[in-house]
């Protein structure tokens, strides 16, 4: 079997992910991906990390969103583990990307994180970044036009004590989940530079939150 560069396996795994995300719904598209690839190389600049093992585990971390999947968290490590295995990397890399794919989506509710490195901790940092400023605001309205949820309604206020299940049957509006999840990532942040980014992401949101309310309400 021919044995690659790092650079030529991560060349391989963004064809191998593009391929397989072709059909993928907005917030989890190629360009997710390539936005948290590139967070995570940028945290990865200030961290003592392998950056191989960050590059694929950024790159590879939602070949397959298990709420497509009957809810079935294996299926994308299981499509990762195929991948990679074809392509003669060392056991100890091959391992740790499947646990970071494994562990990434822990939502910081009821399940218990299992396994925690530097590196699972960059892409995680970098998956939370997508999900907050800007680019944040966008997908949350995206997801939530794909449900067919509300935009706002001022009756419906948020609620911080769901469970995962009760929450994703609530069809709450999306401005609530601002509240529920997008404004609570910033103290989630496992890294200075994620930390300082989150930071500035946030604050955009409470900015756009007023901005928002004040249009609603007819001011200004
Ligand atoms: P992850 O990227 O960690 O897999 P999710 O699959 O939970 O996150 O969400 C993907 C995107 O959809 C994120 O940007 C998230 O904020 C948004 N999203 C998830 N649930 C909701 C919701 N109830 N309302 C609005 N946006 C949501
Ligand atoms: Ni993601």
Redesign the pocket.
């Known amino acids: 079997m021919a044995v690659f560069s790092s650079e030529e396996i991560i060349a391989r795994t963004i064809d191998f992910v593009k391929n397989e995300l072709q059909d993928a719904e907005g917030?989890?598209d190629w360009f997710?991906i390539e936005r948290v690839y590139k967070n995570a190389l940028l945290i990865s600049e200030t961290e003592e990390v392998d950056k191989t093992v960050v590059s694929l585990g950024a790159l590879l971390h939602?070949i397959a969103?298990s709420?497509f999947h009957n809810g079935d968290e294996t299926v994308g490590p299981k499509k990762a583990m195929d991948f990679l295995s074809s392509e003669n990397i060392s056991a100890e890399i091959l391992e740790h990307v499947i646990k970071i794919i494994e562990n990434?989506?822990f939502?910081g509710g009821n399940k218990i994180q299992k396994f925690h490195s530097k590196e699972l901790a960059v892409v995680q940092d970098a998956?939370?970044l997508?999900?907050i400023g800007a680019i944040?605001i966008a997908?949350?309205?995206?997801?939530?036009g794909f449900?067919n949820?509300k935009m706002y309604d001022p009756e419906i206020e948020p609620n911080l004590n769901m469970t995962p299940s009760e929450?994703?049957a609530?069809g709450?509006p999306?401005i609530?989940?601002f509240y529920?999840?997008?404004l609570l990532l910033k103290d989630r942040m496992n890294t200075e530079t994620g930390r300082k980014i989150a930071e500035e992401r946030h604050l955009f949101m409470e900015k756009y939150l007023q901005q928002f309310y004040d249009e609603w309400n007819g001011v200004k």
């Open positions: 917030g989890h997710h939602d969103d709420k990434i989506s939502k998956d939370r997508d999900a944040g997908r949350a309205f995206n997801y939530g449900k949820r929450y994703k609530s709450a999306t609530n989940h529920e999840k997008l």
